[in-house]
């Protein structure tokens, strides 16, 4: 858990605040009035400056204005860019299917990771290697694992599908049904993932205290039991920040797309960062992208601040 | 049930989920050493009738992966090292210096972890466009030297150096660079390791912002080649080659993390950034 705090730049601020007035005495002693630290910040700032902060300006700017293929020259049109994605089907397309992926991925890769983590958390034998087999695709690019799951998802001869038919069940065409692309991704994205959501649950259950666990053992009480009432609620932080990021890797899923669908078939696995990449490059429609940038930086802040006040309630209170 | 019993149950458990999760990437192995002029067809779809390392060197020919990852190689490093510098400097001027706006300007900073850089590709795009340097390796490299996790994540170490060593030092006349040098960089080794295996991991990976940047075979980095790669019409579905790229791929660094499966996986803990 220490190492996950760590790890949170929200969570561990409240610490920091206290131990900053209690060195206020010697920090005044040693107060610094020179140029130094402003010039040992200045590098960072110069990128952060450049492709951050003012970006983001940028991108809040040029969403007010029309410029497409038809508007070469910007022409300011407060805020219809947005007022025309309101009355977009296909806008509400993407934003359904980006829900909808975000919902399916985020609490069944978690789930399993919790799973994986209890399970690894015990004295087996050959333990590195089923590590090893969960955590794999993490480190895998996208772009592979999407060119694996290309082939994994072949209606004819894919893997999936030849498993399937060893069951005795006719496979759908994956990436070429309307209905199961969506799954497909998710699917996907839940094996791609859930290795890496759980290392972040080892870690907290290599941090818990055994004592817990001897006392619910004196108590009698059951494995499932344990598992419910001691093990999850004490990794409630975890699970909070493992949410934080999950659902902010989720909302930013283009690559496999790119490769695997580019969002077909019937925009049916448009997802809203593809979508914004397809808009601006392709469609040149760069009012609409800014527009969908806007909408995506705001939801990942929306979210993440959001989470941010959980966790902070749940480590106050605690 | 009995703790035999459930502890077999279990263990049964994890053998069936490890397996569901190494068979993509085992097959894939073993189709990419199949010989490509025979088709795979349900039934059989694991092995051909031998093994070969034809589709390697086909797709090498086909395509100039040993450009792509010359590029890769000097897009992760070159950021990891700017950012070492960067991340470094900073965090020691947040954790060890007074100085006017200092939470302010924290608190801007943490905006960079609050924005992921993929939804500024726009406005991102057309900078680079502005600095005239679309379709090099720099513009890929550029918006990945300052780190705001990285800076808070040097700031928490560097907090944790006893102020006494660095009075210490100061007093036998040591300068800014050499207390840096000598008494925070020690100390803050290990949260550099940690940060530079998770930049490299994520750099050898991305693929949207180098696809947007570049536009020729000489900046490609790996991900964005094997995409153009297998996007090739005239490859049709021949998946022993394409799964040979893919594996070209992902090779190198997935040798790299079985060697430092440790590290890398304290390393993903500690930065919750991939």
Same mark, same amino acid.
């Given at each position: 858990?220490?190492?996950?705090?760590?790890?949170?730049?929200?969570?561990?601020?409240?610490?920091?605040?206290?131990?900053?007035?209690?060195?206020?005495?010697?920090?005044?002693?040693?107060?610094?009035?020179?140029?130094?630290?402003?010039?040992?910040?200045?590098?960072?700032?110069?990128?952060?400056?450049?492709?951050?902060?003012?970006?983001?300006?940028?991108?809040?700017?040029?969403?007010?204005?029309?410029?497409?293929?038809?508007?070469?020259?910007?022409?300011?049109?407060?805020?219809?860019?947005?007022?025309?994605?309101?009355?977009?089907?296909?806008?509400?397309?993407?934003?359904?299917?980006?829900?909808?992926?975000?919902?399916?991925?985020?609490?069944?890769?978690?789930?399993?990771?919790?799973?994986?983590?209890?399970?690894?958390?015990?004295?087996?034998?050959? &333990?590195?290697?089923?590590?090893?087999?969960?955590?794999?695709?993490?480190?895998?690019?996208?772009?592979?694992?999407?060119?694996?799951?290309?082939?994994?998802?072949?209606?004819?001869?894919?893997?999936?599908?030849?498993?399937?038919?060893?069951?005795?069940?006719?496979?759908?065409?994956?990436? @070429?049904?309307?209905?199961?692309? &969506?799954? =497909?991704?998710?699917?996907?994205?839940?094996?791609?993932?859930?290795?890496?959501?759980?290392?972040?649950?080892?870690?907290?259950?290599?941090?818990?205290?055994?004592?817990?666990?001897? =006392?619910?053992?004196?108590?009698? =009480?059951?494995?499932?039991?344990?598992?419910?009432?001691?093990?999850?609620?004490?990794?409630? @932080?975890?699970?909070?920040?493992?949410?934080?990021?999950?659902?902010?890797?989720?909302?930013?899923?283009?690559?496999?797309?790119?490769?695997?669908?580019?969002?077909?078939?019937?925009?049916?696995?448009?997802?809203?960062?593809?979508?914004?990449?397809?808009?601006?490059?392709?469609?040149?429609?760069? @009012?609409?992208?800014?527009? &969908?940038?806007?909408?995506?930086?705001?939801?990942?802040?929306?979210?993440?601040?959001?989470?941010?006040?959980?966790?902070?309630?749940?480590?106050?209170?605690? | 049930?009995?703790?035999?019993?459930?502890?077999?149950?279990?263990?049964?458990?994890?053998?069936?989920?490890?397996?569901?999760?190494?068979?993509?990437?085992? $097959?894939?192995?073993?189709?990419?050493?199949?010989?490509?002029?025979?088709?795979?067809?349900?039934?059989?779809? $694991?092995?051909?009738?031998?093994?070969?390392?034809?589709?390697?060197?086909?797709?090498?020919?086909?395509?100039?992966?040993?450009?792509?990852?010359?590029?890769?190689?000097?897009?992760?490093?070159?950021?990891?090292?700017?950012?070492?510098?960067?991340?470094?400097?900073?965090?020691?001027?947040?954790?060890?210096?007074?100085?006017?706006?200092?939470?302010?300007?924290?608190?801007?900073?943490?905006?960079?972890?609050?924005?992921?850089?993929?939804?500024?590709?726009?406005?991102?795009?057309?900078?680079?466009?502005?600095?005239?340097?679309?379709?090099?390796?720099?513009?890929?490299?550029?918006?990945?030297?300052?780190?705001?996790?990285?800076?808070?994540?040097?700031?928490?170490?560097?907090?944790?150096?006893?102020?006494?060593?660095?009075?210490?030092?100061?007093?036998?006349?040591?300068? $800014?660079?050499?207390?840096?040098?000598?008494?925070?960089?020690?100390?803050?080794?290990?949260?550099?390791?940690?940060?530079?295996?998770?930049?490299?991991?994520?750099? $050898?990976?991305?693929?949207?912002?180098?696809?947007?940047?570049?536009?020729?075979?000489?900046?490609?980095?790996?991900?964005?080649?094997?995409?153009?790669?297998?996007?090739?019409?005239?490859?049709?579905?021949?998946?022993?080659?394409?799964?040979?790229?893919?594996?070209?791929?992902?090779?190198?660094?997935?040798?790299?993390?079985?060697?430092?499966?440790?590290?890398?996986?304290?390393?993903?803990?500690?930065?919750?950034?991939?």
């Amino acid at each position: 858990m220490s190492d996950l705090s760590s790890a949170n730049p929200f969570a561990t601020e409240r610490v920091s605040v206290s131990s900053t007035t209690g060195s206020i005495a010697r920090s005044r002693r040693r107060a610094q009035s020179s140029l130094l630290p402003y010039l040992l910040i200045l590098p960072t700032f110069i990128f952060v400056t450049a492709f951050t902060l003012l970006p983001t300006l940028n991108v809040l700017h040029d969403s007010l204005f029309r410029q497409n293929q038809a508007v070469r020259v910007p022409r300011f049109v407060g805020l219809e860019n947005f007022a025309n994605l309101l009355d977009d089907p296909g806008f509400h397309k993407v934003l359904g299917n980006t829900l909808l992926f975000v919902v399916g991925t985020v609490p069944l890769s978690m789930a399993l990771a919790f799973g994986m983590a209890l399970l690894l958390n015990q004295h087996l034998r050959g &333990l590195a290697l089923y590590r090893l087999a969960f955590f794999y695709p993490t480190i895998l690019p996208m772009v592979s694992a999407a060119t694996i799951w290309l082939f994994m998802y072949a209606p004819e001869y894919g893997l999936v599908n030849e498993l399937l038919r060893v069951g005795g069940v006719r496979g759908p065409n994956w990436l @070429g049904d309307p209905s199961w692309v &969506l799954p =497909a991704f998710i699917l996907m994205a839940v094996w791609k993932q859930a290795g890496y959501y759980m290392v972040f649950y080892l870690a907290g259950l290599q941090g818990l205290s055994s004592d817990y666990f001897e =006392a619910a053992q004196l108590d009698g =009480a059951s494995w499932w039991h344990t598992i419910r009432h001691i093990t999850f609620p004490l990794l409630m @932080g975890t699970t909070l920040f493992v949410t934080t990021i999950a659902v902010v890797a989720s909302f930013q899923t283009a690559d496999q797309i790119y490769v695997m669908t580019a969002g077909g078939p019937d925009n049916a696995s448009n997802l809203l960062l593809f979508d914004i990449y397809e808009t601006n490059f392709r469609f040149q429609d760069h @009012g609409s992208a800014s527009a &969908l940038s806007v909408v995506l930086v705001l939801i990942l802040l929306v979210f993440t601040v959001l989470n941010f006040r959980v966790v902070e309630r749940r480590v106050t209170y605690d | 049930m009995t703790r035999r019993t459930r502890q077999a149950m279990l263990t049964l458990l994890l053998v069936a989920v490890s397996a569901i999760w190494l068979l993509p990437i085992v $097959w894939t192995i073993l189709v990419s050493f199949r010989p490509a002029t025979e088709p795979i067809v349900s039934g059989r779809i $694991w092995f051909g009738s031998t093994l070969t390392l034809e589709n390697y060197a086909t797709a090498f020919r086909i395509a100039p992966f040993g450009t792509y990852y010359l590029n890769t190689l000097l897009i992760a490093f070159g950021i990891l090292a700017a950012q070492l510098v960067t991340i470094t400097l900073a965090g020691y001027a947040f954790a060890r210096f007074e100085f006017r706006g200092r939470d302010l300007l924290f608190a801007l900073l943490l905006l960079q972890i609050l924005i992921p850089s993929a939804a500024l590709i726009i406005p991102n795009y057309a900078t680079i466009r502005t600095l005239g340097l679309f379709d090099t390796q720099l513009a890929i490299m550029l918006p990945y030297c300052g780190s705001a996790f990285g800076t808070f994540l040097m700031r928490q170490t560097f907090k944790s150096v006893p102020r006494d060593l660095d009075d210490a030092a100061r007093m036998d006349g040591a300068n $800014w660079l050499q207390v840096l040098r000598f008494v925070y960089l020690p100390a803050g080794t290990a949260s550099l390791v940690a940060f530079a295996l998770a930049s490299i991991t994520f750099h $050898w990976n991305e693929f949207l912002w180098p696809l947007v940047v570049t536009n020729s075979e000489r900046t490609r980095p790996l991900t964005v080649g094997l995409a153009v790669f297998t996007q090739l019409g005239e490859l049709g579905a021949q998946w022993p080659l394409v799964t040979a790229a893919t594996l070209i791929v992902a090779g190198p660094l997935f040798v790299f993390f079985l060697i430092f499966q440790r590290q890398f996986i304290n390393s993903f803990v500690r930065s919750g950034l991939k």
